[in-house]
């Protein structure tokens, strides 16, 4: 009796809730079974039951098309999902619940399209995922917690489209591995192939490797066939007819008299392959000796603009610490001698690893332990006004954090930033913080 009643009063909501049917109907509604019925062309209320005599199905057809309220319940009586339709699209709230009675889930649906906020729930009441949609298409911020409610993810969509607003990982268990510290990658102009480097956790050796993109995604990485020494810092000039890197690699004068002494060196594509390499130069590259004290002779994070000059980092001429240096180059092909570009290079900190903003006026670098810094170490930015730059500002919270940030970076197109940072969490077998590569947006970097 209990359920018939349950019934009757659903009908007598189903009649108030959709008038346009009613009207189309001049009698009471008949009530049937789905089996019973032809569906394609049924009028009437599709009820049905389960063999405790409890409610299992309780919809409306108009002329075999659903209309106004669909209920179905759980075997112990528990409603399962309640949802609104017209004319066989989805029109309106929808709700799914648990076989405890907790909510599971919630929408709304215009013409079978989803609008508005959409929320689901861990069966404990938590709320598990928050999104918001447009025309069928997530729109805004999108979150999932844990069920203590801990905040797991959190993104962004744009018509439907996830968009990088903060760092993550770049290529997770592709280019960033559990058992390597990754850092500095760099592009050819197409952005299909990237260079970049990696320390093995297992032999501590340090490689530049390169991989390929295709329609597929990232393949995986493979030791580029130049790389035969404790190389790092791979970086394409905009033509992509030559790379730079920095290595420990003995300077063929045989100068070279310390196993740690870092210089730069460069290989020349040639047939789509890359040619021997060869070292800069000793107007830039400097031989470690004996006595010296790091970060003495040693040249390293090499990089070049729009016209060919040429970026890096070595000791500076006041301290013991590390400044940025620029080297412009000749008509003949050789460099002139380097300069320090204060600002932003300190006297006080070690800025390492220059990299320019496509458009040669933003120099973003790394730097330790300033006094506005967020961690160990961070990146900052200077802009070009005129012939100086202008002192560094931190890049903010979003880019930097508690852990720390280097080896800055732009896609080819400068849709995306990279960087390496150690923010993970994740140790080596010594306890040492792993390195990840990480990208985001440009868009979203804080530059004023």
Same mark, same amino acid.
């Given at each position: 009796?209990?359920?018939?009643?349950?019934?009757?009063?659903?009908?007598?909501?189903?009649?108030?809730?959709?008038?346009?049917?009613?009207?189309?109907?001049?009698? /009471?509604? =008949?009530?049937?079974?789905?089996?019973?019925?032809?569906?394609?062309? @049924?009028?009437?209320?599709?009820?049905? $039951?389960?063999? !405790?005599?409890?409610?299992?199905?309780?919809?409306? /057809?108009?002329?075999?098309?659903?209309?106004?309220?669909?209920?179905?319940?759980?075997?112990?009586?528990?409603?399962?999902?309640?949802?609104?339709? #017209?004319?066989?699209?989805?029109?309106?709230?929808?709700? @799914?619940?648990?076989?405890?009675?907790?909510?599971?889930?919630?929408?709304?649906?215009?013409?079978?399209?989803?609008?508005?906020?959409? =929320?689901?729930?861990?069966?404990?009441?938590?709320?598990? +995922?928050?999104?918001?949609?447009?025309?069928?298409?997530?729109?805004?911020?999108?979150?999932?917690?844990?069920?203590?409610?801990?905040?797991?993810?959190?993104?962004? +969509?744009?018509?439907?489209?996830?968009?990088?607003?903060?760092?993550?990982?770049?290529?997770?268990?592709?280019?960033?591995?559990? =058992?390597?510290?990754?850092?500095?990658?760099?592009?050819?102009?197409?952005?299909?192939?990237?260079?970049?480097?990696?320390?093995?956790?297992?032999?501590?050796? =340090?490689?530049?490797?390169?991989?390929?993109?295709?329609?597929?995604?990232?393949?995986?990485?493979?030791?580029?066939?130049?790389?035969?020494?404790?190389?790092?810092?791979?970086?394409?000039?905009?033509?992509?007819?030559?790379?730079?890197?920095?290595?420990?690699?003995?300077?063929?004068?045989?100068?070279?008299?310390?196993?740690?002494?870092? !210089?730069?060196?460069?290989?020349?594509?040639?047939?789509?392959?890359?040619?021997?390499?060869?070292?800069?130069?000793?107007?830039?590259?400097?031989?470690?000796?004996?006595?010296?004290?790091?970060?003495?002779?040693?040249?390293?994070?090499?990089?070049?603009?729009?016209?060919? *000059?040429? +970026?890096?980092?070595?000791?500076?001429?006041?301290? #013991?610490?590390? !400044?940025?240096?620029?080297?412009? /180059?000749?008509?003949?092909?050789?460099?002139?001698?380097?300069?320090?570009?204060?600002?932003?290079?300190?006297?006080?900190?070690?800025?390492?690893?220059?990299?320019?903003?496509?458009?040669?006026?933003?120099?973003?670098?790394?730097?330790?332990?300033?006094?506005?810094?967020?961690?160990?170490?961070?990146?900052? +930015?200077? #802009?070009?006004?005129?012939?100086?730059? &202008?002192?560094?500002?931190?890049?903010?919270?979003?880019? *930097?954090?508690? $852990?720390?940030?280097?080896?800055?970076?732009? &896609?080819?197109?400068?849709?995306?930033?990279?960087?390496?940072? *150690?923010?993970?969490?994740?140790?080596?077998?010594?306890?040492?913080?792993?390195?990840?590569?990480?990208?985001?947006?440009?868009?979203?970097?804080?530059?004023?």
């Amino acid at each position: 009796m209990k359920n018939i009643l349950t019934i009757t009063l659903f009908l007598i909501a189903l009649i108030t809730y959709n008038t346009s049917a009613v009207a189309q109907i001049q009698e /009471l509604l =008949k009530v049937s079974k789905e089996s019973d019925v032809d569906i394609k062309t @049924y009028t009437g209320i599709i009820s049905e $039951q389960y063999a !405790n005599g409890s409610p299992a199905l309780w919809k409306t /057809l108009v002329n075999g098309k659903t209309e106004g309220l669909w209920l179905e319940w759980y075997p112990n009586g528990v409603l399962r999902y309640r949802a609104y339709w #017209k004319n066989s699209l989805g029109n309106g709230r929808w709700e @799914y619940f648990y076989p405890n009675g907790q909510l599971r889930s919630e929408s709304f649906y215009i013409n079978d399209i989803t609008q508005g906020i959409y =929320k689901s729930y861990h069966e404990n009441g938590q709320l598990k +995922y928050d999104a918001t949609y447009i025309d069928g298409k997530k729109e805004g911020l999108e979150f999932t917690y844990d069920v203590n409610g801990v905040t797991l993810s959190r993104k962004r +969509y744009e018509k439907g489209i996830h968009v990088i607003d903060e760092p993550i990982i770049f290529q997770e268990g592709v280019l960033s591995i559990a =058992k390597g510290n990754e850092w500095g990658i760099h592009f050819m102009p197409d952005g299909n192939t990237a260079y970049f480097t990696r320390r093995d956790l297992d032999t501590g050796k =340090k490689r530049i490797y390169a991989t390929t993109k295709t329609e597929n995604g990232w393949n995986t990485p493979a030791i580029a066939p130049f790389s035969t020494d404790e190389d790092e810092a791979a970086f394409v000039n905009k033509e992509g007819s030559k790379l730079f890197f920095a290595s420990y690699r003995p300077l063929p004068d045989g100068s070279t008299s310390q196993k740690m002494d870092m !210089n730069i060196w460069y290989v020349d594509k040639i047939n789509d392959t890359w040619s021997t390499p060869k070292p800069l130069s000793n107007v830039i590259n400097k031989s470690m000796k004996e006595d010296n004290i790091w970060p003495a002779n040693y040249e390293a994070g090499p990089m070049t603009d729009g016209e060919g *000059n040429l +970026y890096f980092w070595t000791k500076g001429s006041n301290s #013991k610490a590390t !400044n940025l240096f620029m080297a412009t /180059l000749k008509n003949n092909g050789t460099y002139n001698k380097p300069v320090e570009l204060i600002p932003p290079s300190s006297n006080t900190n070690y800025d390492t690893s220059p990299h320019l903003s496509l458009d040669g006026t933003i120099l973003f670098f790394g730097s330790d332990d300033r006094y506005d810094g967020y961690g160990g170490s961070d990146i900052y +930015y200077s #802009k070009k006004v005129g012939n100086t730059w &202008s002192t560094p500002k931190n890049m903010g919270p979003i880019v *930097n954090s508690y $852990q720390s940030e280097g080896s800055p970076s732009f &896609s080819p197109d400068g849709k995306y930033f990279y960087f390496s940072s *150690n923010r993970s969490g994740k140790v080596d077998a010594n306890g040492e913080s792993i390195w990840d590569l990480y990208y985001m947006e440009s868009k979203y970097l804080m530059i004023e």
